[in-house]
């Protein structure tokens, strides 16, 4: 079993919102332990780009405008991610990933990885 389980994706319109969650597998990593971060894998693109990440202490996102929020759940060990004003570049494939290390993390090279949630924006 995938350690990380990414779900809430789908077709979406644009202007509208989409929130994803990424669960730690039952017996497998406590989130709250982690730094848990989002990216996502544009249409022909292999490059997983940052989208938001959530440290120990603090959260970092990587689009303008205030659009986007992670969140943590700990009762669940689940963070989610909340994203408004959906535009077509917003369509890719979504990852958690998670890394006792917040600068690891940040390199985009985590130790675990989801296997991704398809998000289509479509009109």
């Known amino acids: 079993q995938a350690p990380l389980v990414e779900s809430g994706g789908g077709l979406v319109q644009p202007g509208g919102s989409l929130h994803l969650s990424c669960t730690g597998s039952p017996g497998g990593l406590d989130l709250a332990r982690y730094a848990v971060g989002w990216f996502r894998q544009a249409p022909g693109k292999e490059e997983r780009v940052g989208v938001a990440?959530?440290?120990?202490?603090?959260a970092t996102t990587y689009y303008p405008g205030g659009r986007v929020t992670i969140s943590r759940d700990n009762a669940k060990n689940t963070v989610s991610l909340q994203i408004n004003n959906l535009n077509l570049d917003d369509t890719g494939i979504y990852y958690c990933?998670?890394?006792?290390?917040?600068?690891?993390?940040?390199?985009?090279?985590?130790?675990?990885w989801g296997q991704g949630t398809q998000v289509t924006l479509s009109s």
């Open positions: 990933a998670a890394d006792l290390k917040t600068s690891t993390m940040r390199a985009g090279r985590a130790a675990y």
């Open positions: 990440l959530l440290g120990r202490e603090d």
